[in-house]
């Protein structure tokens, strides 16, 4: 009968009609503060972080959550306070850490294009390490942290050659990709890095690319990180760390199998077994991808000779997945009203033809004032929101069981015009 929506991932779930999440009505949540409303499950947040904490059991460990993929202060001291270290790529990542009471010790800072200010902002908060991505980097790194007499923990990413088959725009560990010292000449550059004065080289990391269904790839560029480190090490370079990146799938439509975290992070472990090594990891999407959605409501239904379009207050500005990657994300109605189906594109009131969710799409009957649910959306979504078309970016609400909060309020005129 009627609509068989995409198989939503717990904790959201139809309770008779209406879509809930953990023990919440998010239509109740959307009436009471408006759309375009993001809405975040603490509970799903905290068991994909245990998730991984139970896949590297004893094995010594540290995770540390990309802070861009959902950089809310509130989910931030969420993991903070489960244990969790941070994966930054900018000297406002590491702020945000630190204001959501983030342990400095177990902050990595990734990312091809530091600046001063962002090394010397992160050397005096004292950081874990640098990912290092240049030569350039590495002495500029020593020379701040000789000046500010501190010693600067090191691991150089390197770049495995190796293809994660997923979007060329979230892939990063081919050879022409900006990020990474190739493999083939990492060696050397370990050798005149030992050279340089107050860094430290205790790491190898690697990161080939986001939204890996299949991790294959990922074992096969730790094989090769493996090979690299016992190199290293019969060259006099004292490697105590191996850093995997991130990059586990979620999925975003039906028929999608998401990567078992437990079953991956095994494999690792078992390759590593007996190296004496610490691994890090750096999980973004696979922690709060499925534990968020964006909520929207219907504003007209308009057809055309060709084409119907449902247009929502939600647009581009407010989630970008579809636009800039041809990403796919469900939409799922609030409330399952109405029997049956039509097709329809998706779209935002944005003034781009490029502002769409959806193109040609099954789905659910419904009529202007209704709301939807566009699900999947809690990582890279309102951390890539913009004020374009002087659109205030959305609110945000972290749900625990039966309660919810607004964890930031949306934005108004005034914000808006701050500054200039
Ligand atoms: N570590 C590094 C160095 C990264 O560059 C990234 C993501 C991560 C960790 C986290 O990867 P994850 O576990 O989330 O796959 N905006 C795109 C995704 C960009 C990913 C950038 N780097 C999207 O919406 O699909």
């Not at 799903?44 to 540290?62: D, K, N, T």
């Not at 400095?104 to 294009?113: E, H, I, L, T």
């Not at 009529?367 to 890279?380: E, I, Q, S």
Request: charged share 20%; hydrophobic share 45%; glycine share 8%.
């Amino acid at each position: 009968m009627g609509f068989t929506p995409f198989m939503l991932l717990p904790p959201f779930a139809y309770r008779n009609q209406n879509l809930f999440v953990e023990d919440c009505d998010l239509e109740a949540i959307a009436r009471r503060e408006g759309t375009p409303l993001y809405v975040y499950s603490k509970q799903a947040i905290l068991s994909r972080y245990h998730a991984y904490e139970a896949g590297f059991g004893s094995f010594p460990h540290q995770i540390c959550y990309a802070v861009k993929a959902n950089s809310n202060l509130s989910i931030l001291r969420l993991l903070a306070q489960a244990g969790a270290g941070f994966d930054i790529v900018s000297g406002g990542e590491l702020y945000r850490v630190l204001q959501a009471g983030g342990n400095p010790a177990k902050v990595v800072f990734s990312g091809v294009g530091k600046t001063r200010e962002e090394i010397e902002y992160a050397l005096e908060s004292g950081i874990h390490s640098f990912n290092c991505e240049s030569e350039a980097e590495l002495s500029l790194l020593s020379s701040i942290a000789a000046r500010l007499n501190k010693v600067a923990r090191i691991a150089l990413r390197v770049n495995p050659h190796v293809d994660a088959a997923t979007h060329p725009y979230i892939s990063t560990g081919l050879r022409d990709h900006k990020f990474g010292i190739d493999i083939t000449a990492v060696e050397a550059v370990y050798q005149r890095a030992l050279t340089l004065p107050h860094l430290q080289l205790e790491g190898v990391s690697a990161h080939i690319g986001s939204q890996l269904l299949d991790t294959q790839p990922l074992l096969a560029a730790l094989d090769a990180l493996l090979a690299l480190i016992t190199r290293l090490r019969a060259a006099g370079v004292p490697i105590t760390h191996l850093d995997i990146g991130g990059g586990l799938g979620v999925p975003y439509r039906e028929g999608q199998v998401e990567p078992v975290v437990s079953d991956h992070l095994a494999a690792v472990c078992a390759r590593c077994a007996g190296l004496g090594l610490i691994l890090l990891t750096e999980p973004g999407r696979s922690i709060v991808g499925p534990a968020g959605v964006l909520l929207t409501r219907v504003l007209y239904r308009k057809k055309t000779e060709t084409k119907e379009f449902v247009i929502v207050d939600a647009a581009m500005n407010d989630l970008i997945r579809p636009s800039l990657y041809e990403a796919h994300h469900e939409i799922v109605p609030l409330r399952r009203a109405f029997p049956g189906t039509f097709v329809a594109d998706v779209v935002g009131p944005v003034c781009e033809s490029g502002d769409f969710f959806a193109r040609d799409r099954d789905m659910a009957q419904c009529l202007p004032g209704d709301f939807l649910a566009l699900v999947t959306a809690g990582a890279y979504g309102f951390v890539l929101a913009s004020n374009y078309n002087t659109r205030p970016r959305a609110a945000e609400v972290l749900v625990d069981g039966a309660h919810w909060r607004v964890v930031r309020r949306r934005e108004t005129y005034e914000d808006l015009v701050r500054g200039e």
